[in-house]
């Protein structure tokens, strides 16, 4: 309004490339919550036994009669392969949001 921008323009300018950083947190947050769920997925999935999520699957590793440690770790580090690959794209939305905001351009 005050730089001759519609609602629109303003919304699309200034308050949207101001939320990325915000967006980008929240969207880490939830997708690493929903990929570590182990509660609601041991609970809803108990009685389908063919389908399993990946911390349960983890947990099967676990409690067979020999932990074999080196199936279990490298599974691990495969489970948390999404998760570091989700935060290293989503990271450069959040280092941008710390500069974006004092900045006037």
Known sequence: MMDGCSRQEAIIKVVLPL????????????????WNEYLFA????????????????????FV??????????????LTLAPIVICFLFASRFMKDGKTDGGVKG
Not at 24 to 34: L, R
Not at 64 to 77: E, F, G, L, P, Y
């Open 42 to 61: 041991s609970v809803f999935l108990k009685q389908y036994p063919e389908f399993h999520t990946l911390p349960l699957a983890l947990q099967e590793l």
């Open 64 to 77: 067979s009669k020999n932990a074999i440690w080196d199936r279990i770790m490298a599974a691990s580090m």
């Open 19 to 34: 939320s990325l950083p915000m967006l980008a947190t929240v969207f880490i947050y939830c997708f690493i919550i929903g």
